[in-house]
């Protein structure tokens, strides 16, 4: 098996045309680890036959990542390239656009000093804070697109040799994309036009609070004052309406930071900086993760965590019926961006404040006095299946139901 050029294209051209709605004139950055150069040609290419000003490419390599953790000595990992994050913030601030392809090894960093990789993750999540606020704040028209390297592939399908493992997860990206049909763009605009109907039902409700049961689970998540919920395609600041991940299933909102309460179990493993955490079980106390225990990756999950303050309360909370595709495919990407759309989950960090009524418009301390949460992290953990029920509660304590036993109840 070999990774078809005819969907691959298909890819790049739907990156550009459905996940960014590159501009006339517009700049782009773009960032990809070097085996996923094949798709970062196509989309270049596309970027400028779509009127594109400069496209500008940053490769992360993995043989030099390691090479960090082999030889460098103790205080490298205090540092990060601060000036290329204050770059790219410069960038966005001029609205040029943020394309993202996923596609390292999950598990690069599994071998190393989980001490050296959690400092390290901190200080690049520092420095990288003036260029996320500017993406999660939906300042700019960004995507997140994915190309099957070697080592990812053959961590989802182990079993096989490298060029059939290859094959299928590129077939499997392809699918979950909605690049394997005849016109690829149509099939994005009934898929929004399907995520508009259930966000807008939610927005109609304004609920206070969604109210979570199932085996290991009872879970109350109280939602921000003034919250929105969002998914699919959506307009961000300087007026362009892009779909930010690729491929998706999820609607959104911005939990309060401080309403949450209760005990909820992780349905799915959640694969980080090279470790996979397993069976988490956390505990919530006004707001605030206070216990958190895995039978794997437990302490570097609690190092993450406390990373900075807003850390261990949530940023976002997302349903996904369990019958999404990416569900259905039965397939462990070992990748957020999959992983998550395969399942409701919610997001320990940063809230997106674009998830407020006239979010475009409110300030830092507004969105927080909204229940909005700020931190340096956000990293999305799934508590949806087949087994979960979830209720919308009204202000006056009344309920009615969202989601049974993972599908939508209306």
């Known amino acids: 098996m070999t990774i078809d050029p005819v969907k691959l294209d298909k890819l790049a051209q739907v990156a550009i045309k459905v996940g960014l709605q590159l501009a006339e004139g517009q700049d782009l950055v773009m960032t990809a680890p070097m085996t996923a150069a094949p798709l970062v040609r196509r989309i270049t290419e596309h970027a ?55 596609g390292d090894n999950p598990m690069m960093l599994s071998g190393q000093d989980p001490d050296k990789v959690s400092r390290a993750q901190r200080a690049n999540s520092a420095a990288y804070k003036p260029a996320l606020q500017l993406i999660t704040g939906f300042d700019i028209n960004w995507n997140i697109v994915s190309y099957p ?19 299928k997860l590129a077939d499997a990206i ?90 909820v179990a992780a349905t799915k493993p959640l694969s980080h900086n090279g470790t996979l955490i397993e069976d988490m079980q956390a505990r919530f106390e006004g707001g605030r993760l206070v216990e958190l225990k895995a039978s794997k990756g437990q302490d570097i999950f609690n190092k993450v965590l406390d990373t900075d303050e807003g850390g ?3 940023g ?27 399942s409701c989950h919610i997001a320990q960090g940063q809230c997106y404040s674009d998830c407020f009524e006239g979010g475009k418009d409110l300030t830092q301390a507004e969105i927080n006095a909204r229940g909005g949460n700020s931190s340096n992290i956000h990293i999305d953990w799934m508590i949806g299946s087949d087994k979960i029920d979830i209720d919308g509660v009204h202000a006056d304590g009344s309920v009615e139901p969202v989601m049974r036993k993972g599908e939508w109840a209306y």
């Open 312 to 314: 261990r309360h949530l």
């Open 149 to 167: 390297s070697a080592a990812w592939a053959k961590l989802v399908f182990p079993d096989d040799s490298e060029e059939v493992a290859v094959g």
């Open 48 to 102: 400028y036959k779509a009127g594109a000003g400069v496209v500008t490419t940053i490769y992360s390599d993995e043989e030099a990542t390691l090479a960090r953790y082999k030889y460098a000595n103790d205080q490298s990992f205090d540092k990060a390239a601060g000036w290329l994050y204050s770059g790219m913030a410069e960038a966005f601030k001029g609205n040029a656009a943020r394309l993202a392809i996923a």
């Open 174 to 263: 392809f699918k979950a994309s909605r690049v394997d049909v005849d016109d690829p763009i149509a099939a994005w605009a009934e898929h929004n036009a399907n995520l508009k109907a259930r966000w807008s039902w939610l927005n109609g409700k304004a609920f206070s609070a969604l109210k979570y049961t199932g085996p290991g689970t009872d879970l109350t998540v109280g939602l921000a004052d003034g919250h929105r919920w969002k998914g699919g395609a959506s307009e961000a600041k300087n007026g362009i309406t892009c779909n930010p991940n690729i491929p998706t299933e999820e609607v959104f909102t911005t939990p309060h930071r401080l309403r949450v309460d209760g005990h």
């Open 316 to 342: 976002e909370v997302a349903l996904v019926p369990h019958s999404s595709p990416i569900s259905a495919s039965g397939i462990l990407f070992f990748n957020t961006l999959y992983d998550e759309n395969a």
